[in-house]
């Protein structure tokens, strides 16, 4: 649901369309087709008037612009990718995220709230969407028939919580019989979750989802300087593992090493996988 920011976020404002958000990733993560053809989903543009869109998004705005609604559109691409299983958007409405500091100070925009436009210091006290908008139908079914709903990873104010904001999916998933679980971010943002630890996190998602999580999944592994010297001068800050409280509950909070061992500071999906099969 990006609303301002990135690829996503300009072809929202040029064309009025649906956000493709994050929808490209998720269809990425359940392709079964070659590595050459993952790559072109995830090429991104370096000049001209095309600079910085990525091409998946391209190709989802103009299937939209064709004329296809909106989950034809993630059936095509999905198809295309050789997905077996379905993607579907929290919301097909838009909206725009708001957050109010500690200081009072309204931030809108999701491109505004993960950069350091304020003071670093302030924390965000709540976000808020405006307008707000209704949960995609189809999305409710799902998590109705879910054995575990899963949320992150992502950043927190700026992707999670729009989602648990939807009106419709919280309450559907506070309703579920299934688990619940928490991915923690690797990385913590100026501006959005300036030295956040696990349980600032795992804190804030139930404050969101209105309810407990029964598993919270976090990574221990450091990266090494190596990897996080690309991130130099940059927002993005490694998950405060200092701050890691050796007396967690055990059971609930699963530290494991879920980190790429090779790229940027990511998570590792097969290793992912795995922890999230086990419970």
Same mark, same amino acid.
């Given at each position: 649901?990006?609303?301002?920011?990135?690829?996503?976020?300009?072809?929202?404002?040029?064309?009025?369309? $649906?956000?493709?958000?994050?929808?490209?990733?998720?269809?990425?993560?359940?392709?079964?087709?070659?590595?050459?053809?993952?790559?072109?989903?995830? !090429?991104?543009?370096?000049?001209?008037?095309? &600079?910085?869109?990525?091409?998946?998004?391209?190709?989802?705005?103009?299937?939209?612009?064709?004329?296809?609604?909106?989950?034809?559109?993630?059936?095509?691409?999905?198809?295309?990718?050789?997905? %077996?299983?379905?993607?579907?958007?929290?919301?097909?409405? %838009?909206?725009?995220?708001?957050?109010?500091?500690?200081?009072?100070?309204?931030?809108?925009?999701?491109?505004?709230?993960?950069?350091? #436009?304020?003071?670093?210091?302030?924390?965000?006290?709540?976000?808020?969407?405006?307008?707000? $908008?209704?949960?995609?139908?189809?999305?409710?079914?799902?998590?109705?028939?879910?054995?575990?709903?899963?949320?992150?990873?992502?950043?927190?104010?700026?992707?999670?919580?729009?989602?648990?904001?939807?009106?419709?999916?919280?309450?559907?998933?506070?309703?579920?019989?299934? &688990?619940?679980?928490?991915?923690?971010?690797?990385?913590?943002?100026?501006?959005?979750?300036?030295?956040?630890?696990?349980?600032?996190?795992?804190?804030?998602?139930? &404050? !969101?989802?209105?309810? #407990?999580?029964?598993?919270?999944? !976090?990574?221990? #592994?450091?990266?090494?300087?190596?990897?996080?010297?690309?991130?130099?001068?940059?927002?993005?800050?490694?998950?405060?593992?200092?701050?890691?409280?050796?007396?967690?509950?055990?059971? #609930?909070?699963?530290?494991?090493?879920?980190?790429?061992?090779?790229?940027?500071?990511?998570?590792?999906?097969?290793?992912?996988?795995?922890?999230?099969?086990?419970?």
């Amino acid at each position: 649901m990006l609303d301002s920011g990135g690829s996503s976020g300009r072809l929202r404002r040029d064309y009025n369309i $649906v956000s493709p958000g994050d929808i490209r990733r998720a269809i990425l993560a359940l392709s079964n087709t070659s590595p050459a053809m993952e790559d072109l989903f995830e !090429y991104r543009f370096q000049g001209g008037d095309l &600079k910085g869109h990525n091409f998946a998004n391209l190709l989802i705005a103009a299937l939209e612009l064709s004329g296809q609604d909106y989950e034809k559109t993630i059936k095509e691409v999905s198809r295309l990718l050789n997905v %077996k299983h379905q993607v579907l958007p929290a919301t097909l409405e %838009k909206a725009n995220i708001h957050a109010v500091l500690s200081d009072n100070q309204v931030i809108k925009g999701e491109a505004n709230i993960d950069v350091p #436009k304020h003071d670093g210091n302030l924390r965000i006290r709540e976000v808020y969407l405006e307008p707000k $908008v209704k949960a995609y139908p189809k999305a409710k079914e799902a998590i109705k028939k879910a054995d575990l709903v899963i949320i992150g990873p992502g950043d927190l104010y700026s992707s999670l919580a729009q989602i648990l904001l939807t009106e419709g999916i919280t309450e559907t998933i506070k309703e579920s019989t299934a &688990k619940k679980a928490y991915i923690c971010n690797l990385m913590t943002k100026h501006g959005e979750t300036n030295d956040f630890s696990v349980l600032d996190f795992s804190k804030e998602i139930e &404050k !969101y989802l209105g309810g #407990k999580l029964d598993f919270v999944i !976090y990574n221990t #592994k450091e990266p090494g300087y190596e990897r996080l010297s690309s991130y130099k001068g940059k927002h993005p800050e490694l998950l405060d593992l200092v701050r890691i409280d050796e007396n967690l509950p055990k059971g #609930k909070f699963i530290g494991v090493d879920i980190l790429a061992d090779q790229g940027g500071v990511v998570h590792d999906s097969e290793k992912l996988a795995k922890i999230i099969l086990s419970i």
